[in-house]
């Protein structure tokens, strides 16, 4: 019996800036999937009518990263709406989200409180 490929998940987003700036015009949306960044595999973001693809990056957990400049200034907690697609091989998924929007350390790797 011939094994099929798992459909691509997204397993969780979040929408984020980097810094400390009490009001931002530059965001940061993160996708959680469990498709690697390999060769045909792929994941997009559209946030304010704008769609980029997203960065792969391999870890423990597999996620992706686009960034974006939106038209009027966010603050820490706003909701971010956007949608993000993930594809490959053996399918499409679709996920619509209101994020919180985080403010991250300049590393990335943690919230603000």
């Known amino acids: ?13 979040e929408a984020g800036y980097f810094g400390s700036a009490a009001v931002t015009r530059h965001v940061s949306v993160f996708v959680y999937s469990n498709i690697g960044p390999r060769a045909g595999a792929r994941v997009t973001v559209c946030l304010d009518g704008v769609c980029r693809r997203a960065r792969g990056h391999n ?13 009027r200034g966010l603050r820490m907690g706003d909701r971010v709406r956007f949608t993000a697609v993930a594809s490959d091989a053996a399918g499409i998924t679709r996920v619509r989200a209101a994020d919180p929007l985080l403010c991250l350390h300049n590393n990335g790797s943690v919230p603000q409180g």
Do not use: K
């Open 59 to 71: 870890a423990r957990l597999d996620w992706y990263s686009a960034s974006f400049t939106v038209s």
């Open 1 to 13: 019996m011939a094994r099929t490929a798992a459909r691509p998940a997204i397993r969780t987003t």
